[in-house]
């Protein structure tokens, strides 16, 4: 059990750039979950993928994110044309089919300048 | 739309103290998480509790689902510094996965 891993840890970008960041859940977790932080509060749910379905996407998701799992295995969250506002710790996990612990990553903090 | 409510917001104890950390929800808990945070890092999963009246207990840390449901306590005996951190209960919904509302987290500080 490597956990889930993000990459990367950080990134600092311009306003109206894109970004990119990868999830690498654990190897036989077929659900995986975007949560965002920001900065005194708890995480809040962005999107959720059962093998390579996205299945459910929040209102916070706007047409600006666009999550992938194309093949079941890892997942990118891509944003475009990034705002200030998007300035936020960006946080995946990942269970089992039937299990009730869910598994985070360390999280990408993202700092939009 | 469900929110929990955390008190208190942060917490300083002297190592060895007790403390109690509470979570209300506004609607029934179909489950209910226990994550611990370190600064700026990933949760760490301490518990879940889903029977009304469950308790469960995890080296020096107990948390409890009171019976009607709503509510939520985590209890630490006998604080030492690795418990400092940032304690999030979650509500998880009830949908079949693990999609969970969070509450704004207790900043737990324990002073040596």
């Known amino acids: 059990d490597t956990g889930v891993s993000q990459d990367p840890r950080h990134k600092i970008t311009k306003r109206g750039q894109n970004v990119t960041f990868r999830c690498d859940p654990i190897?036989?977790?077929?659900?995986l979950y975007w949560y965002r932080q920001t900065l005194g509060q708890g995480p809040e749910f962005l999107t959720y993928?059962?093998?390579?379905?996205?299945?459910?996407k929040s209102r916070l998701l706007s047409d600006r994110f666009s999550a992938e799992r194309p093949k079941g295995s890892f997942s990118t969250l891509e944003i475009q044309r990034t705002e200030q506002g998007d300035s936020a710790m960006y946080l995946c996990?990942?269970?089992?089919?039937?299990?009730?612990?869910?598994?985070f990553g360390s999280g990408t903090q993202l700092s939009v300048l | 739309s469900q929110e929990l409510e955390q008190s208190p917001q942060s917490l300083i104890v002297q190592e060895g103290k007790n403390l109690t950390i509470n979570c209300t929800s506004s609607k029934t808990l179909y489950g209910l998480y226990w994550y611990k945070q370190k600064y700026g890092e990933g949760l760490i999963f301490l518990m879940m509790l889903q029977k009304g009246g469950e308790e469960k207990s995890h080296e020096k840390i107990t948390a409890k689902l009171d019976e009607k449901k709503q509510q939520s306590s985590l209890h630490i005996t006998a604080s030492q510094p690795s418990h400092a951190g940032i304690y999030l209960c979650?509500?998880?919904?009830?949908?079949?996965?693990?999609?969970?509302?969070f509450g704004t987290g207790t900043k737990l500080q324990v002073i040596p």
């Open positions: 996990a990942s269970s089992p089919q039937g299990g009730e612990k869910l598994f």
């Open positions: 993928f059962q093998n390579e379905a996205q299945l459910e």
């Open positions: 979650g509500a998880l919904n009830s949908g079949g996965y693990q999609k969970v509302t």
């Open positions: 190897s036989e977790h077929n659900r």
